[in-house]
């Protein structure tokens, strides 16, 4: 890796860490409200996403690496929430990092099914993408929350990346 591309990488999480923080200060106003949804489900909810993606190169290739990632949701109905995503995959891939604005349904107890827009941020350009996945909430003592979580990229031009992994959460 040279210097330069991981300058290029800081970067870009710093480009991704200001658009997700812009996120948060800039929603609006009722986001900020306090108190549970009418079912007991915190409204605010932020996670940290470990795990592993697999990425479909331009060669038609698959790379496989880790990733990181942060999760904020916004829980503005029983049934529903809107959130935002940033992460990160390792340095063999060509993705240097992704947000995504996803909107979740919560059929049931537990489960979550969701898809939004994004951008994949690369040496060779950004690119617009769709995100869809499903994840299971468990709910541990307190606030916290552990969720397995599968996701996947469709980015604009064909190429794909999909995430399995663990999101690590807080509710407030």
């Given at each position: 890796?040279?210097?330069?591309?991981?300058?290029?990488?800081?970067?870009?999480?710093?480009?991704?860490?200001?658009?997700?923080?812009?996120?948060?200060?800039y929603?609006?106003?009722?986001?900020?409200?306090?108190?549970?949804?009418?079912?007991?489900?915190?409204?605010?909810?932020?996670?940290?996403?470990?795990?592993?993606?697999?990425?479909t190169?331009?060669?038609?290739?698959?790379?496989?690496?880790?990733?990181?990632?942060?999760?904020?949701?916004?829980?503005?109905?029983?049934?529903?929430?809107?959130?935002?995503?940033?992460?990160?995959?390792?340095?063999?891939?060509?993705?240097?990092?992704?947000?995504?604005?996803?909107?979740?349904?919560?059929?049931?107890?537990?489960?979550?099914?969701?898809?939004?827009?994004?951008?994949?941020?690369?040496?060779?350009?950004?690119?617009?993408?769709?995100?869809?996945?499903?994840?299971?909430?468990?709910?541990?003592?307190?606030?916290?929350?552990?969720?397995?979580?599968?996701?996947?990229?469709?980015?604009?031009?064909?190429?794909?990346?999909?995430?399995?992994?663990?999101?690590?959460?807080?509710?407030?």
């Amino acid at each position: 890796m040279t210097g330069c591309s991981v300058f290029r990488q800081g970067s870009i999480m710093i480009r991704l860490g200001i658009m997700f923080a812009a996120f948060l200060c800039y929603g609006p106003i009722s986001a900020w409200a306090a108190g549970p949804v009418q079912d007991g489900h915190s409204r605010h909810h932020v996670a940290l996403f470990l795990g592993a993606g697999v990425e479909t190169k331009r060669d038609g290739e698959n790379e496989s690496a880790f990733a990181i990632g942060g999760v904020y949701a916004y829980r503005f109905h029983e049934k529903w929430s809107i959130g935002a995503a940033i992460e990160g995959l390792g340095s063999s891939t060509i993705r240097d990092g992704v947000i995504a604005l996803p909107i979740s349904i919560h059929p049931s107890a537990g489960w979550r099914l969701f898809a939004g827009p994004g951008y994949e941020f690369t040496e060779h350009g950004d690119k617009p993408l769709l995100r869809v996945g499903a994840g299971y909430d468990f709910h541990l003592g307190g606030h916290w929350s552990i969720s397995p979580e599968i996701v996947g990229d469709f980015v604009s031009g064909g190429a794909q990346t999909w995430l399995t992994g663990v999101a690590i959460g807080y509710g407030f």
